[in-house]
């Protein structure tokens, strides 16, 4: 649950969602304790715990968060982790060459899992691939579940943040998001799909690219509007590594 990040807007939840927190962050070490020797069963009803918390989390924000500032920035942020959980999910399950009837099976948990399962098998109802699934998943801008309508989403949202910068200069969590944009834009379901080595290496690259933009993008926004043990300064491109060492 990013907990640098928590500790500057800790002061912002109540006390139930931050005890909701406690809790999300005890099943998560719990299940770093499974071994191979738990029960499917164990790990399905700690899972479920997990869910029922975030939802419980989800429903006190929506319940005490007072409509200022703090709703955009949490949408942004709700944004932000679904991209990292599409992109992460699909590097993980979709990047191995495996036989046809199990990539298709795969592909189905995989869509499930983002409730994507059906709009899939209707919109490619004659054929369905690894490809037509990284498609919907990945670069769809209109899909509403699709990591490239988060991105366009964040831009939206990157509008309302406090900008200190010239006309016609991008600010550098923008062009991090401009980056993730444009390589959505550009890349074919063709490309990912394709294999070498029964692996998917340009799925695997384009994911890690995705979240290293999506890092950054993150850790601009905590040292600008976040971080108050110093003066912000604007940054370029250039020295982002630098302002995060």
């Known amino acids: 649950m990013y907990p640098t990040r928590l500790v500057q807007i800790q002061e912002l939840l109540s006390y139930d969602s931050r005890r909701i927190i406690d809790e999300i962050n005890e099943h998560i070490k719990a299940l770093k304790n499974f071994t191979a020797s738990n029960t499917t069963r164990t790990l399905q009803t700690n899972l479920d715990k997990i869910i029922g918390s975030i939802m419980a989390f989800n429903g006190s924000i ?88 988060q991105l366009e989403q964040i831009n939206i949202l990157c509008h309302h943040l406090p900008m200190k910068r010239r006309p016609g200069v991008i600010a550098a969590h923008e062009k991090a998001i401009l980056l993730s944009k444009t390589s959505c834009y550009v890349t074919e379901k063709d490309f990912l799909q394709e294999s070498t080595e029964e692996k998917r290496k340009n ?43």
């Open 62 to 149: 929506s319940d005490c968060m007072p409509n200022s500032n703090g709703w955009f920035l949490l949408e942004m942020g709700h944004r932000v982790e679904r991209s990292l959980q599409i992109t992460s999910l699909t590097s993980a399950l979709l990047v191995d060459q495996l036989e046809e009837p199990a990539e298709l099976g795969l592909l189905e948990a995989v869509l499930t899992c983002q409730v994507s399962l059906v709009t899939h098998k209707r919109r490619y109802r004659m054929y369905q691939t690894i490809g037509t699934g990284l498609e919907l998943l990945l670069l769809d801008a209109e899909y509403p579940r699709s990591l490239l309508y």
């Open 203 to 245: 799925l695997a690259e384009f994911s890690h690219n995705i979240r290293s933009n999506l890092d950054t993008f993150c850790d601009v926004l905590l040292l600008q509007y976040f971080s108050h043990t110093q003066t912000a300064n604007k940054l370029n491109w250039n020295n982002i590594e630098q302002a995060q060492s």
